[in-house]
């Protein structure tokens, strides 16, 4: 079975400042993909990366970076200079490479910007 | 090109009626997801289809729900004589393989309210 783990349920963070966004999970699988998504209050899921389990190279974008640890079960997401448009739930999810690959998300992360 | 479509985005059923949800994958997209938000929780899998198939339906509750994807046409979730717990975000993504190199773009959700 697979689970994934987001422990920390709201952070609140000045303009500015740094924040990181911890998933943990869990698999059977031995290759498998590792996601982040974005949900700010309008609702919708914003796509934000995709990561497999063969690349645990770190990944920037932007402001963005991502943190892959395969011996530690973790993928986090560091968000630089936050600003008040990074408010909005993060979901780490993961999914297995077969066929009918669902994908199995965390709780989420609520994270409030403020001025 | 125009992302994932889902309508109507917002739903209001009085108990024991009917819902229907639909979604249009994004262009050239063949396989659809849907996902199930409940109130302050994360996304849990619901049934995964493709074109007149129904592929895995294990987050599907027995009773009451049911979904397709028809040749032609958007995939359409129905849930049967609604009760007030299915008060939901329903979210709809669509995939163009079956594997799980292949990201999950999501449309902007229906919200359900059961009265």
């Known amino acids: 079975a697979q689970k994934v783990t987001q422990a920390q349920t709201e952070i609140s963070v000045v303009e500015k400042e740094d924040v990181t966004l911890d998933c943990v999970y869990e698999t059977r699988d031995t290759t498998y993909y590792l996601f982040w998504y974005k949900q700010p209050p309008s609702g919708e899921l914003v796509f934000l990366i995709r990561r497999n389990s063969f690349d645990e190279q770190n990944e920037i974008s932007g402001r963005y970076s991502w943190n892959f640890q395969k011996s530690t079960s973790s993928f986090n997401f560091t968000i630089t200079a936050s600003q008040v448009v990074d408010s909005a739930v993060y979901f780490c999810a993961l999914s297995y490479t077969g066929t009918a690959s669902k994908l199995t998300f965390g709780t989420g992360t609520r994270l409030q910007v403020t001025l | ?115």
């Open chain 2, 1 to 115: 090109n125009a992302g994932v479509m889902q309508n109507p985005r917002h739903l209001v059923r009085r108990r024991g009626q009917e819902a229907r949800l639909r979604c249009s994958p994004m262009k050239g997209h063949s396989h659809v997801y849907w996902y199930r938000q409940l109130p302050e929780e994360g996304l849990k899998f619901m049934v995964y289809l493709q074109k007149e198939n129904i592929i895995d339906e294990s987050g599907m509750p027995k009773e009451r729900f049911s979904a397709e994807f028809p040749k032609e046409g958007p995939s359409i979730l129905r849930i049967q004589q609604v009760v007030r717990g299915d008060s939901a975000a329903y979210f709809c993504a669509s995939s163009p393989m079956t594997s799980g190199r292949d990201t999950q773009y999501f449309g902007p959700g229906t919200r359900l309210t059961v009265l």
